[in-house]
T-cell receptor, first 111, second 113 residues
């Protein structure tokens, strides 16, 4: 069975500081991995995805994620956080059509 | 390019009433998904369509939920009768094909009183 664990329910970070969100997955084969962001009252917006190839993936809004097969992880990073990055972030894993999402990490940005 | 469109954005109903949600996927996307998102949780798949065929409805509570995708484009998700526990966000997503990236609509936030 496939599953995703996001260990951090809530993270608070200062504007301009770096951010790292953790994601661990369970999947029987080579996974497709995704990070989505959801602002309050909005749908999910795709930040980045990993299908194959380079394990460091660049996404929109200055985000990047690194796939580490040995650790079954796909952590999301941003070097310098902006106030507009306050949102909920979801990691998802899938190999065909079925996506399994983590419970999400809420990011609060303080001035 | 227009994204996935959903309506209504918000709906408040009393329990035991029927309710319907509508989704218009991105043009050219053959695969359409309905997800349920409970508060504080990630989305969970309810049903997936390939064109007009429901190819995975194993997670759809068929006693009260139904869905259709006529002509393989727009889709409607219905609940009849609604229960208090159905209060959640209902998300629609679409993709070019079953193993392609899914793009999500803004969701319909349902409150059952």
């Amino acid at each position: 069975a496939q599953s995703v664990t996001q260990p951090d329910i809530h993270i608070t970070v200062s504007e301009g500081a770096s951010l790292e969100l953790r994601c661990n997955y369970s999947y029987g084969a080579t996974p497709y991995l995704f990070w989505y962001v959801q602002s309050p009252g909005q749908g999910l917006q795709l930040l980045l995805k990993y299908f194959s190839g380079d394990t460091l993936v660049q996404g929109i809004k200055g985000f990047e994620a690194e796939f580490k097969r040995s650790q079954s992880s796909f952590n999301l990073r941003k070097p310098s956080v902006h106030w507009s990055d306050a949102a909920e972030y979801f990691c998802a894993v899938g190999g065909d059509y079925k996506l399994s999402f983590g419970a999400g990490t809420t990011v609060t940005v303080r001035a | 390019e227009a994204g996935v469109v959903q309506s209504p954005r918000y709906k408040i109903i009393e329990k035991k009433q029927p309710v319907a949600f509508w989704c218009n996927p991105i043009s050219g996307h053959n695969t359409l998904y309905w997800y349920l998102q409970n508060l504080g949780q990630g989305p969970e798949l309810l049903i997936r369509y390939e064109n007009e065929e429901a190819v995975d409805d194993s997670q759809l509570p068929k006693d009260r939920f139904s869905a259709e995708r006529l002509k393989g484009v727009d889709s409607t998700l219905k609940i009849q009768p609604a229960e208090l526990g159905d209060s959640a966000v209902y998300l629609c997503a679409s993709s070019l094909g079953p193993a392609e990236t899914q793009y999500f609509g803004p969701g319909t936030r349902l409150l059952v009183l």
